[in-house]
């Protein structure tokens, strides 16, 4: 019984139907190609793996392994395995310098130099010379560091001050041609002047914050978001710390752009301890007293948004710097300041962050401010006094052998503290004694 197939269906028939050339001529399409593709050696890589190369070599690749083949072999004559060359053949000019003994360059530039044969030596020569000249190096090295550790080394509060104060003659007696970069690759630089590193006595007792803002600080709030304020403005703002429900808080302060002249003007016309009292009584009643501007000349400011304190910690290596130039006074009218580079540190560094305005929240805060007036008063005495205690710390040339004292017991030379600094009269420079003879003037 014979099974059918599905192609025996299949009616293998095919019809042409030729079709006529156009009746216009071909067109030729401009193709852009990269000849520069044809000339890298991937191009023919293909063409190389599928062209099969051939080895015309015989079963021995070319080495013979039959050593009877050469006539003498056995009998130690090896010249038909090392054949001289001809001398009576002639050879090409262009391959005389290939015959020529290899001679390697010693230099960068091709050149080429006799290189000097080494000494040569035997190798079972004794060496205890070299090794001895070693040894004895090496125990002079161990020998001088060992005596630089066991050096006593005066480590006392005097001593420290003393090696301090020895830096400033030994930088002063140094030419100043003489100073180098203490960067390597730039020993090529000269020094052209040079600063006083002197702490800032006019600002040292003050406190100051690096406030690091999430954005340029503007007058832009909820209500006004496109409003921007002057860099007057912003060098006059306010910073208010508030608590709440332990969350660090920061209120942001602008002055109005009319008050920015009264606000100069009031520096010069601080409040006393009377007028300060009144004030506080007026302000208990009622805030908005428009007597206040009469009694005292201030500025008002807005409260523009509130910010959040995220850190708040204590900078390690960072300083307020500021440059005097010599201002050139002469006898009549010295100059106010001596020229040097200032510098005061840095006691704290915050980070603030943005915080969404809620309406609720600040209508319940006890502490919210929308308005706020700003004034100067008159230091009390005990900020005074508080201020000159701070400023003797660079200002007061025998505040150092106070603080030993107190460190000590009343005593400034103790027992193993080194030598004592003395309590005499330190001579002082011009400058410091011009800077001491102006604060004597402002007291």
């Excluded at 090896?78 to 003994?101: G, T, Y």
């Excluded at 066991?150 to 830096?167: F, G, P, R």
Aim: aromatic share 6%; glycine share 4%.
């Amino acid at each position: 019984m014979s099974k059918k197939s599905k192609l025996d269906l299949l009616v293998r028939v095919r019809y042409m139907n030729p079709l006529p050339p156009p009746p216009f001529p071909p067109k030729l399409f401009q193709i852009p190609s990269d000849i520069n593709r044809l000339g890298e050696p991937s191009y023919l890589s293909h063409l190389a793996t599928s062209a099969p190369l051939p080895m015309l070599v015989d079963s021995e690749m070319g080495m013979p392994l039959d050593l009877n083949e050469f006539e003498g072999v056995w009998d130690g004559n090896d010249r038909a395995l090392n054949r001289l060359p001809d001398p009576s053949r002639i050879h090409d000019p262009a391959d005389e310098i290939l015959l020529a003994p290899f001679r390697p360059a010693t230099q960068a530039n091709g050149g080429t130099t006799n290189v000097p044969t080494p000494t040569e030596v035997s190798w079972m020569r004794n060496s205890n010379l070299f090794s001895r000249k070693v040894n004895n190096a090496r125990r002079r090295e161990a020998a001088e560091a060992a005596e630089k550790a066991n050096a006593a080394v005066d480590a006392s509060e005097a001593a420290q001050l003393m090696a301090i104060d020895k830096t400033f003659t030994d930088l002063h007696a140094q030419p100043v041609e003489d100073i180098q970069h203490p960067d390597g690759k730039k020993r090529a630089l000269k020094v052209v002047e040079t600063y006083d590193i002197l702490p800032d006595h006019d600002v040292w007792s003050n406190a100051y914050t690096m406030v690091r803002f999430p954005e340029r600080p503007s007058a832009a709030t909820a209500a006004n978001p496109s409003a921007g304020a002057s860099s007057p403005r912003l060098a006059k703002s306010v910073l208010r710390p508030v608590i709440d429900d332990d969350l660090s808080l920061v209120e942001f302060y602008l002055p109005q752009e009319d008050a920015l002249e009264r606000l100069e003007g009031a520096y010069d016309h601080p409040a006393d301890e009377q007028i300060v009292q009144q004030i506080r009584e007026i302000a208990e009643q009622d805030g908005k007293d428009p007597q206040l501007d009469e009694i005292i000349m201030n500025a008002h400011y807005d409260r523009i948004r509130t910010y959040e304190l995220v850190t708040q910690e204590r900078p390690v290596k960072e300083l307020l710097v500021a440059f005097i130039e010599d201002e050139g006074g002469d006898e009549e009218r010295p100059a106010k300041r001596r020229k040097g580079a200032m510098y005061k540190p840095l006691p704290m560094r915050a980070l603030l962050r943005k915080t969404r305005a809620r309406r609720d929240e600040e209508s319940t805060r006890a502490d919210v401010w929308d308005k706020a007036r700003v004034g100067y008063r008159v230091p009390t005495r005990d900020e005074v006094a508080e201020r000159e205690k701070e400023n003797a710390q660079v200002t007061d040339p025998y505040w150092a052998n106070e603080e030993l004292r107190r460190l000590h017991g009343g005593e400034n030379m103790a027992e193993g503290q080194g030598e004592a600094i003395d309590d005499e009269e330190l001579p002082m420079d011009e400058g410091a004694e011009r800077a001491e003879d102006e604060a004597d003037e402002d007291d």
